[in-house]
């Protein structure tokens, strides 16, 4: 082989190796043993347990384990931490690490933020306030995230933005930039609405998709983006969904004549979607914000070796979801 064509494979094999070049997962693969049982969503036992394992074991050599519980797949699972350590070695020990929405996550490299739960089990896979978490309200006005300027590595959000407003969202981004060092990473996971709805959209242009297939696709994909539709009758949001021609911004704006508070955080029902957010509004929210850069991602495709543990990170919902990493 010519020396030429020895430098064009070394630089494809270069290439590869980005996050952005599609791939198979094999090289995130975390020694683990998963076990599946209906139980580990429902038990509020199970956290304690979670938690004991992360803050006494993680450390042990050689044999330490971490501990993850997925309640959006059943799942319980448990991974090598020696593994898992190396995925943190460029960084200081001082690093600080930030997980906002956390509901079960648990890390002891990691900072949990969340809403105070409202339901005994959230309040359970949270833990105790201010020892397993810090409570925090991200739609609070003149919001104050409680971290010096310039000092957080990595911050971790998923499935906690379409939860806010945009104007609240906004506002979270721009203290994300106050805290985040340069080159600092944002890892956002959303409801890939965009697609729910473009699927919906292809059901109904068939003349020979039965109609009840087409109300079920277009509820589920509504609904996803804005709660509220709940309240509404299927024929309704159906109507809604075809004169709008499937457009999001469409659609929010028939709701909004219909429910005034749409788009408006409700502290007694935090889990309501409110707001839609795709690739073309983060761009102009980082824009607005003073980020650098922002990435469209895959599942456990990523620029910060910690997110590479997927045992631990993109867990939920991700037949659901878009990724996105965001450069300060």
Known sequence: MSGSNKSEVKNKSKLQESPLYSKSLRKNTTKSLTITSGFVSKSTLLPKIIKFINKYLYNLPVFGIGAVLDRYTNNFTIYSSSEDKKRYLEY???AIFANFGCGAF???KWQNFDYPGISKYYKAILGKPYKDYTPINLTKENLKIPFND?????IYLSHVFEHLGEGPGI???EEFHRILKTNGI????IPFVDRLIFNSSILN???NIPEIEKVSSTISSVTEAFADANNLDSNEILKIARESNFDLKDIETQLKKKFTNLLVFDPGNPDRHIVYWNELKLIELVKKTGFKKIYPLLKGHTFAKPFENISLFDNTEPHLS???EIVK
């Open 92 to 94: 200081d020990e001082s």
């Open 205 to 207: 242009k068939q003349e």
């Open 171 to 173: 506002k979270l981004f």
């Open 186 to 189: 944002v890892r956002i996971a």
């Open 106 to 108: 648990s890390h002891n």
């Open 150 to 154: 310039n000092s957080v590595d990595l």
């Open 322 to 324: 878009i990724y996105f």
